[in-house]
């Protein structure tokens, strides 16, 4: 019996393994893109527990994080990691390429799901200039995600 993954298609560009051209970018990437658009994170942590403005930190944070995701979204990118939770190699892509066939669920592709839309790689060059991710000529991947 072997291992199984998921498999994951998207019209984008990898990073080499090793490769540490965003340097602490990857784990807050979200923040860091929104940080390049000129949204700012609320000047304070998360409240913890007894923290007596603890409800309205809670509601700043929230709409924050709202208007961070409508930013991602209105970009049409993302980034992603493929491989394995304990070794996740990092990908960017244009979110509506990205298509992923579960373990054991067969995902049926057209033609048509592969035609690069005529403004991708424009989508996917501003997003990279944002964020400061050299840029690489992007084309379709499948690679493999175990988790």
């Not at 019996?1 to 490769?19: K, Q, R, W």
């Not at 924050?64 to 049409?76: F, T």
């Not at 790689?121 to 175990?146: Q, T, Y």
Request: glycine fraction near 10%; proline fraction near 4%; charged fraction near 30%.
């Amino acid at each position: 019996m072997g291992i199984s993954t998921n498999a994951v298609l998207f019209f984008g560009f990898t990073f080499a393994e090793g490769d540490d051209c965003l340097g602490n970018f990857l784990g807050d990437w979200e923040m860091e893109y929104a940080g390049k658009k000129g949204l700012a994170a609320p000047d304070f942590d998360f409240p913890e527990d007894g923290d007596p403005d603890r409800d309205a930190k809670k509601k700043l944070w929230r709409e924050y994080w709202d208007a961070v995701n409508e930013l991602i979204g209105a970009s049409g990118c993302k980034m992603d990691a493929h491989c394995s939770s304990e070794y996740p190699m990092w990908y960017v892509c244009v979110g509506i390429s990205e298509k992923t066939a579960s373990r054991g669920n067969p995902l049926e592709l057209a033609l048509e799901d592969l035609v690069v839309g005529d403004d991708w790689v424009i989508m996917l060059r501003d997003f990279c200039d944002k964020v400061g991710i050299e840029w690489e000529e992007p084309k379709w991947w499948m690679a493999s995600d175990w988790c």
